[in-house]
């Protein structure tokens, strides 16, 4: 069950594998999350890339006849089609919770179904603070069903996830309440999700997972 076009999520996917054939990054945002949890796919495309792939990135996307503008407000860039977006966070241009350049410094990334991306403990991070800032639209419902299938799926170290909250300054009281006042959003991943029995003690497994009192 996709919660995009599916014929705009197929148009993501391949140009995703194109990018990924012609420039070295590292995937984060929604297909980063598709990729640990095999949930739902993304209509977007987010990165973090470095200057030197950059402008490889840059000629590939020329030659599609697609160009990269630099967006000062948001201190990213991106490039924009009819569809969909690909935003591009380099290590002098991003606004995230969590520098591109730390992510490159401190080797935060694995590679996973041939991916260069972004530690589950950091995507969580960044998850939560999407969440946070647009917590009432459609992103943040999808913001939310990220959040919970890479916690079910994803193997999170708790001792470098703790970390990454004290480096970065970040409260994860909002996972708690994001797992036990979510319900839609568990039906994208969690196949008893109409039986409220079942979805009570899945969010308690959830919960004790994370040890949050």
Same mark, same amino acid.
């Given at each position: ?36 949890? *095999?949930?739902?796919?993304? !209509? ?97 419902? !999808? ?9 079910? !799926?994803? *193997? ?35 196949? *008893? ?21």
């Amino acid at each position: 069950m996709e919660l995009w076009n599916e014929e705009i999520v197929k148009k993501s996917g391949d140009i995703l594998l194109e990018l990924k054939n012609n420039a070295d990054f590292v995937l984060i945002g929604g297909w980063a999350i598709w990729l640990y949890a *095999q949930t739902v796919k993304s !209509k977007d495309i987010d990165i973090y890339i470095n200057f030197n792939e950059f402008f490889m990135l840059q000629n590939f996307l020329i030659n599609k006849g697609l160009s990269i503008n630099f967006n000062p407000k948001l201190n990213k860039y991106e490039c924009k089609t009819a569809e969909l977006d690909i935003d591009i966070y380099t290590p002098d241009h991003c606004n995230l919770i969590i520098p591109c350049k730390e992510v490159f410094n401190k080797k935060l990334w694995k590679i996973i179904g041939g991916f260069k991306t972004i530690a589950p403990e950091a995507l969580l991070i960044l998850k939560l603070d999407s969440e946070r800032n647009r917590h009432e639209t459609i992103k943040g419902f !999808k913001d939310r069903m990220d959040i919970l299938s890479l916690l079910s !799926k994803a *193997q999170i170290n708790k001792k470098l996830l703790s970390q990454l909250c004290k480096d970065y300054h970040f409260d994860l009281s909002s996972l708690k309440n994001i797992i036990a006042k979510s319900s839609m959003e568990y039906s994208y991943f969690f196949p *008893q999700a109409e039986n409220l029995r079942e979805l009570k003690k899945f969010k308690i497994e959830l919960l004790k997972k994370m040890y949050i009192n």
